[in-house]
């Protein structure tokens, strides 16, 4: 792989821009969000799974901007809500939600459930797709864990301050950038998507 390779993120996003960041740290990327991209149509996310909206936001990133385009759609899924907020995590308690609104929603409609039957994950789905606007590769990650009664801790973002990583006491939230990002969904996806870009073939799949 080249030095600095240039990837565009699909996303506004400056905190999950920043995570991405974090842990590609020391790897020859160089990440832009779409800040730098102000005229890039936003993606409807129409699809039904995590990999469905990834796939489109890459694909129509890389399509407007000509070059390699990442993209990750993420959300929190709860047992005792057959799997709720999923992929409407983003805009769970109605469009133009931001991350108070939709965290209250969540802890409003847990109301009364015991601590044993709050389990939940984060999962994350990122597509990379080639300058043509093809998707050439998609990465997977999940990070078990539980729900709490209230919101703990000062950093991270979204569902964070409430969700306890499986194994730990502290909320995401609670935790520094970097125990987070050694465990965090989107840790385990960007490994693989690491080894990818590290393979001789990755140059030839996007075309560079």
């Not at 409003?108 to 080639?130: D, N, Q, Y």
């Not at 960007?190 to 560079?208: E, G, M, N, T, V």
Request: charge should be neutral; charged fraction near 25%.
């Amino acid at each position: 792989m080249p030095e600095n390779l240039r990837i565009v993120v699909a996303t506004r996003n400056r905190h999950k821009l920043e995570e991405l960041r974090r842990i590609l740290s020391g790897f020859p990327v160089e990440l832009e969000g779409l800040d730098a991209w102000p005229a890039c149509p936003e993606v409807e996310e129409t699809g039904e799974s995590f990999e469905e909206n990834a796939s489109l936001k890459a694909s129509l990133v890389a399509g407007f901007t000509g070059l390699p385009a990442l993209a990750d759609d993420s959300g929190l899924e709860v047992d005792a809500l057959g799997g709720a907020p999923g992929v409407r995590s983003a805009r769970y308690a109605g469009t133009g939600a931001n991350d108070r609104k939709n965290l209250e929603k969540l802890l409003h409609e847990l109301e009364g459930v015991p601590a044993g039957k709050r389990t939940a994950r984060f999962s994350t789905a990122i597509a990379l797709a080639a300058p043509d606007g093809r998707v050439v590769r998609t990465f997977h990650g999940r990070a078990e864990g539980t729900i709490g009664f209230g919101p703990k801790g000062e950093t991270g973002f979204g569902y964070d301050p409430v969700f306890y990583p499986l194994g730990y006491e502290m909320t995401f939230a609670q935790m520094g950038p970097a125990r987070k990002d050694a465990i965090s969904h989107r840790a385990h996806a960007l490994r693989q998507l690491k080894a990818f870009l590290s393979s001789p073939d990755s140059r030839l799949l996007l075309k560079l």
